[in-house]
């Protein structure tokens, strides 16, 4: 997927490939720009390269094709340590001989500057991540969600315009990893550091990034805010990938005026935004948000489509009802329901009527 490489852009891959033996690409025919100040995730299952183009960033690893550049410099053959880059990786990599204060000062040191001017930004750093009184401490002396601030104080010490994250909040429990995506988002912002953020959990990137990379096979599938990733899915991948999905398989019958007219599997007919689809006879699988159906007779708006459905499963979770139905030979479709006093609670073996707006259903991929 192009980009048009802007003026103002401060990150750049260009064409950007990797091969380890030479043969298999990790990453093909990468093109990506990211203004000064923007917080941008890649997110991805194992394998999809997302953590391979942030290591050719950092210069830990070198790309086989294409051009990377930095404020518009080229930095292939720069090497890490004078990239100016900061890094925060799941495991911390903090020196465990060291005080906290020693961990920061590290890599000022390395950079030959001053006694005086390394206090003075080591205290700086610290006071950012809200950890200026534990300088003094060793890494084992802290919990998992301190020494992940101090990593990330680290990262932050020489000023770093750009800082790459990979998988830093894996090893803290929920709660915890839950805080320090906002605290992460909030210093990010304050600073205006440009952020590369990387993960596989897609909460996390739909709750802190600015734009998201949903990659997939060393391709970007689709580039976007997280809302329109989730909203509008450019493929069936995308679709599955970000949040829950409920897909049916069937082929397009027609497209006119802007509507796909799809005959599902089980025989159905329903109308869906052709996304990716463009003639007859194509296979298509249809997708549609679990929050986006309805089941409450009243609730139905005008123009929406209705198809029967069993009632499998029904669990109460709250705030919201999780329904799974038996719909078009499908047996995992889920309706995600608010709580509410008018919505009825139902029993497994009920037969219900169900619908959503056709502009709600995209006809993806097969």
């Given amino acids: ?155 932050l010490v020489f000023e770093a315009e750009l800082v790459l994250m990979d998988e830093p909040l894996g090893a803290l429990d929920k709660q915890l990893r839950e805080h320090m995506q906002f605290e992460i988002k909030r210093i990010a912002d304050n600073l205006g550091i440009t952020v590369v953020y990387v993960t596989h959990d897609q909460t996390e990137a739909l709750t802190m990034s600015d734009r998201v990379a949903v990659f997939d096979d060393g391709r970007i599938q689709q580039l976007a805010p997280p809302d329109q990733l989730y909203e509008a899915p450019e493929n069936s991948f995308v679709a599955q990938f970000i949040g829950e999905n409920n897909t049916l398989e069937g082929t397009v019958k027609e497209i006119r005026n802007g509507r796909a007219l799809v005959q599902l599997d089980g025989g159905e007919m329903i109308d869906a935004k052709p996304v990716n689809v463009s003639k007859a006879g194509e296979r298509t699988r249809v997708s549609i948000r679990p929050e986006r159906v309805e089941y409450n007779k009243d609730r139905l708006q005008e123009g929406a489509h209705t198809l029967k459905a069993e009632v499998l499963e029904f669990i109460y979770m709250g705030d919201i009802f999780r329904t799974r139905l038996r719909v078009a030979g499908n047996e995992d479709f889920i309706i995600k329901t608010r709580n509410a006093p008018d919505v009825e609670r139902l029993q497994p073996g009920n037969q219900i009527e169900i619908g959503w707006l056709p502009e709600d259903c995209r006809a993806l991929d097969a």
Avoid at 24 to 30: G, I
Avoid at 133 to 147: C, E, I, N, T, V
């Fill in 1 to 155: 997927m192009a980009e048009t490489q802007s003026e103002d852009a401060f990150v750049e891959f260009e064409r950007v490939q990797k091969s380890y033996d030479g043969e298999n690409l990790v990453v093909k025919d990468l093109n990506l720009s990211m203004p000064r100040g923007e917080f941008l995730t890649m997110l991805g299952p194992s394998g999809s390269g997302k953590t391979t183009c942030l290591m050719m960033l950092a210069g830990f690893e070198t790309a086989t094709h294409g051009d990377i550049r930095l404020g518009g410099t080229s930095i292939n053959n720069i090497p890490p340590h004078k990239r100016g880059i900061g890094m925060v990786f799941q495991n911390y990599a903090l020196f465990p001989h060291m005080t906290v204060a020693e961990n920061l000062s590290f890599p000022l040191e390395v950079r030959k500057m001053g006694k005086s001017e390394r206090e003075q930004k080591v205290k700086r750093a610290l006071d950012m991540v809200q950890m200026g009184a534990f300088g003094g401490r060793r890494p084992a002396q802290l919990s998992g969600g301190q020494q992940q601030r101090i990593a990330l104080a680290r990262a």
